[in-house]
């Protein structure tokens, strides 16, 4: 069993920054995939960034802007938003996958409103 709990989300302004954390527990390895994705009413989820022990992978959508890390002591992953635009406004979950079982996390809200 893998928890995935996500913090850090919140109301920015245009232009502004947000750093989102993820903190897993249970059976989760250094090398599993880790991700962040999106969604807004009336949209399907998507992919906005994922890291694996061979690098990191990024929605076009966001990248240059965006920024996805982990911390394996910690076993979390963040990601780094700046230059945020008002169509970043969605939920963002955390997801990884192990044994191919899928886990998120319950989300977190960001707005970027003026």
């Known amino acids: 069993q893998v928890q995935l709990v996500e913090s850090g989300g919140g109301l920015v302004h245009p232009g502004g920054s947000l750093r989102l954390s993820c903190a897993a527990s249970?059976?989760?390895?250094?090398?599993?995939?880790m991700a962040w994705y999106r969604q807004t009413p009336g949209k399907q989820r998507e992919l906005v960034a994922s890291?694996?022990?061979?690098?990191?992978n990024y929605a076009d959508s966001v990248k240059g802007r965006f920024t996805i890390s982990r911390d394996n002591a910690k076993n979390t992953v963040y990601l780094q938003m700046n230059s945020l635009e008002p169509e970043d406004t969605a939920i963002y979950y955390c997801?990884?996958?192990?044994?191919?079982?899928?886990?998120w996390g319950q989300g977190t809200q960001v707005t970027v409103s003026s």
């Open positions: 997801y990884t996958h192990v044994f191919t079982i899928p886990y």
């Open positions: 249970g059976r989760i390895f250094s090398n599993n995939v």
């Open positions: 890291i694996t022990s061979g690098g990191t």
